[in-house]
T-cell receptor, first 110, second 113 residues
Framework: LAKTTQPISMDSYEGQEVNITCSHN???????ITWYQQFPSQGPRFIIQ???TKVTNEVASLFIPADRKSSTLSLPRVSLSDTAVYYC???????????FGKGTRLHILP | DAGITQSPRHKVTETGTPVTLRCHQT?????MYWYRQDPGHGLRLIHY???????DKGEVSDGYSVSRSKTEDFLLTLESATSSQTSVYFC????????????FGNGTRLTVT
């Protein structure tokens, strides 16, 4: 499983766009990039997954450059309820072990 | 939400006693996982299963055992609980398709006194 590096914490304000970048220099050809969100006292929740270029859903966008050595999770117009820990994972199903890093603790301020 | 039920939701037990946590799914997913989460450590994989009777160790498997006798149930057993096993335990499931995401249960808060 490719190792990922994310900022430990970030602060932002309501209504702003928030971008969280994840570095994964040793990503393999078959690896996908997956992001999860975790609120206090809850299990993580799948947000978005991508392989290359850009993926968008109702919650977020995921930008992946051509070299795939990093990815950026973009949350548009955040609200206080977006305060959570965000995890970036890189791998594929052939890696049965799904290992989480420490994630990025995002704090949204009013 | 995916049909995952963890039981019990809360448990307090004494050091040295055996404890079993249960994860039950109604999704017929192949993969099941047990994680523990502690302040400062994030989520750490304990054991996982890739099918009935097929299990393997994760990052922090010492002191834990698992069993999966049927697709829907994945049991985590602490043979002799210690205070260091006080934690929140999460179960997760995923389909067998490549890169299918994990779906988590609501967790079990275990306190070992």
């Amino acid at each position: 499983l490719a190792k990922t590096t994310q900022p430990i914490s970030m602060d932002s304000y309501e209504g702003q766009e928030v971008n969280i970048t994840c570095s994964h220099n040793n990503i393999a050809t078959n690896d996908y990039i997956t992001w999860y969100q975790q609120f206090p006292s809850q299990g993580p929740r799948f947000i978005i997954q991508g392989y290359k270029t850009k993926v968008t859903n109702e919650v977020a966008s995921l930008f992946i450059p051509a070299d795939r050595k990093s990815s950026t999770l973009s949350l548009p117009r955040v609200s206080l309820s977006d305060t959570a820990v965000y995890y970036c994972l890189v791998g594929d199903r052939r890696d049965d072990k799904i290992i989480f890093g420490k994630g990025t603790r995002l704090h949204i301020l009013p | 939400d995916a049909g995952i039920t963890q039981s019990p939701r809360h448990k307090v037990t004494e050091t040295g006693t055996p404890v079993t946590l249960r994860c039950h799914q109604t999704e017929n997913h192949r993969y099941m996982y047990w994680y523990r989460q502690d302040p400062g450590h994030g989520l750490r994989l304990i054991h996982y299963s890739y099918g009935v009777k097929d299990t393997d160790k994760g990052e922090v498997s010492d002191g834990y055992s698992v069993s999966r006798s049927k697709t829907e149930d994945f049991l985590l057993t602490l043979e002799s609980a210690t205070s260091s096993q006080t934690s929140v335990y999460f179960c997760a499931i995923s389909e067998s398709t490549v890169n299918s995401p994990l779906h988590f249960g609501n967790g079990t808060r275990l306190t070992v006194t």
